[in-house]
């Protein structure tokens, strides 16, 4: 079971994030510089190779942890970021004021808290010797 919830967290920040990003809210936001942009990319990237080494892990190398472990740094650093908002001016809303919430909750906040906690029980389980 464990491998398939590291996947489904996996899945939300390797491809769901760069889904939702690489259009005209984030990269091609004509309001962004292009230094902005430059930093986007790299972080879509870079999560995303991490995503696909983390799959490895899981599902070829069989090991559980070292990838949850390694997911819970992106899942985990996006809600430092967010809790740390207010000291750089960041913000989950768009230019125009609105936000992807549901259930009142930021989707961000929603899918990473969730994620980060089913990553953080999977490291704690205690595994079967065989």
């Known amino acids: 079971m464990n491998k398939y919830i590291i996947t489904f967290c996996i899945v939300l920040y390797a491809v769901a994030v760069p889904f939702l990003e690489i259009n005209n809210t984030h990269v091609f936001n004509p309001d962004w510089t292009p230094h902005v942009r430059i930093h986007e990319v790299w972080q879509l990237i870079t999560n995303s190779g991490i995503g696909l080494f983390c799959l490895w892990l899981v599902w070829v190398k069989k090991e559980i942890k070292i990838s949850a472990m390694a997911s819970m740094f992106i899942t985990g650093g996006f809600l430092v ?3 740390l908002k207010d000291l750089y001016g ?3 809303k768009y230019l125009d004021g609105s936000e ?4 009142g909750t930021n989707i961000g906040v929603l899918g990473f808290g969730l994620a980060f906690v089913l990553l953080l029980l999977t490291t704690l389980k205690k595994e079967k010797r065989q």
Do not use: N
Not at 100 to 103: A, D, G, I, M, V
């Open 81 to 83: 970021a967010y809790i």
């Open 90 to 92: 960041g913000s989950m």
């Open 100 to 103: 992807k919430t549901l259930f």
